[in-house]
């Protein structure tokens, strides 16, 4: 018994290093089990699209990761109603719906064409193998430049200096895009400003409106012209530029109001109208 009291610390030293060693290779093993078990990606990586009548495809296509966005803007109207997606992802399977209905599954076959025309809303949804992770994503498709006027440069009528010219439905524009513009002021952003004397502001400025605040896609609007502040006879002119962005929240296009959480700069081409005239 002596022996065994005198070698008993030996002992217990050496069944704790080995327990400790045992619970050392389970921890390796169990990290090596995590590491073989890697995390499926989810992702749209790249999204394009092409039209039957249109050789070109979407200048501009961006994907929000934030709030998973995916804009396509064509460099000229299209048939929105015809368009067939071309898409890169990271998942599994790949499905789409149309206006929150059920989600089918999407192959890019030849003749697999969506209607992205308005008001549809389509959303494209990437799955992983067990269907127990995925990622929505909207899809905003429209022409880079929607606001199209019947004359890009509009000349008023000779007015005599120190008056106002109210240039009421001087002309006309239409919205060639594919969803609804709101108007609710004018621009306030011109550029290539002339006039007689070097160091006197622009005397234009100019309205967009319409029946009520909202046009639709394919319906017709006023250009309002108006005039101040002419005091020197002479030529004048100015470019005047509507800044374009898109509500998603509403899914319509304003040029006001930027600090919106919801209204965001996708990439729209800035409208312009040249507007010149003669003071007498």
């Known amino acids: 018994m002596r022996y065994l009291e005198k070698f008993t610390p030996i002992y217990f030293i050496l069944f704790t290093f080995v327990l400790c060693l045992g619970c ?3 921890d390796t093993n169990g990290d090596s089990d ?9 992702a749209l990586t790249s999204f394009d ?7 070109f495809s979407v200048i501009k296509s961006d994907v929000f ?10 460099p000229a109207p299209v048939d929105y109603a015809s368009i067939s997606p071309l898409v ?7 499905s789409y719906r149309i206006n929150n209905e059920s989600f089918i599954e999407y ?9 992205f025309s308005y008001p549809n809303v389509v959303d494209f949804k990437i ?5 127990t992770e995925s990622k929505v994503y909207r899809i905003i498709v429209d022409t880079e430049q929607p606001i199209l006027f019947a004359n890009s440069e509009i000349t008023i009528p000779d007015s005599p200096v120190s008056s106002n010219y109210n240039g009421l439905n001087i002309d006309t524009w239409r919205n060639v895009g594919n969803y609804p513009i709101r108007l609710t002021y004018r621009t306030t952003e011109y550029v290539d400003v002339e006039t007689p004397e070097t160091g006197l502001n622009n005397i234009f400025s100019t309205t967009l409106t319409t029946a009520s605040d909202i046009i639709n896609p394919n319906e017709e609007g006023q250009v309002n012209v108006f005039t101040t502040n002419a005091t020197i006879p002479g030529s004048y002119a100015s470019t005047a530029l509507f800044n374009l962005n898109f509500n998603e929240n509403l899914g319509y296009i304003v040029y006001d109001d930027t600090t919106n959480t919801y209204v965001k700069d996708i990439g729209y081409a800035k409208a312009t109208l040249k507007l010149k005239g003669t003071m007498i």
């Open 24 to 26: 050392s290779s389970d």
């Open 34 to 42: 995590d590491d073989d078990i890697a995390e499926e990606k989810i």
């Open 49 to 55: 699209m092409l039209t039957k009548d249109h050789t």
């Open 65 to 74: 990761s934030v709030d998973s966005l995916v804009v396509c803007l064509f």
């Open 88 to 94: 890169n992802f990271e998942g599994t399977s790949i």
């Open 107 to 115: 192959s890019e076959s030849v003749n697999n064409n969506i209607d």
């Open 127 to 131: 799955s992983n193998s067990d269907d």
